[in-house]
């Protein structure tokens, strides 16, 4: 049986691909399961906001999830998910979450360096003023 992060990026890389050919300058962030049955999309586009006119388009294009899932359309917010490495890359600087399997750290983003491992831990630019905390979750 597939883990929750495996079938999050499984269905992250169909849906973004669905999007992103049905609205050219959409990027799907990431796609994260809320539920058995439920998952949110987040979605950003360049030199726009997103809006609930867009919100719209994007759950039109997945209708063919509305059978097997309730599916919510966001936009990132504050606490940007970073999935890609170009995320990183943006966040350079920044104050990130980061969330593992066993642990979440709070820590300053410094150079981007590429990782040895083929997929990033799943982390949330942090609007917290915390500069360094990590602990068991």
Do not use: N, W
């Amino acid at each position: 049986m597939a883990s929750v992060h495996d079938k999050e990026r499984t269905l992250e890389r169909e849906i973004s691909g669905k999007v992103e050919q049905a609205l050219p300058g959409v990027e799907v962030l990431a796609v994260e399961l809320t539920g058995p049955e439920r998952m949110t999309v987040y979605v950003d586009r360049a030199g726009e906001p997103v809006d609930i006119a867009l919100c719209e388009r994007v759950t039109r294009v997945l209708s063919d999830y509305l059978r097997e899932y309730g599916v919510d359309v966001s936009s990132p917010g504050p606490e940007r998910p970073l999935r890609k490495p170009e995320h990183f890359r943006r966040a350079v600087g920044r104050q990130v979450k980061l969330k593992t399997d066993a642990r979440s750290c709070v820590a300053r983003s410094g150079a981007p360096t590429p990782t040895a491992s083929s997929s990033p831990p799943k982390a949330r630019k942090s609007s917290s003023r915390t500069s360094r905390s990590c602990g068991a979750t």
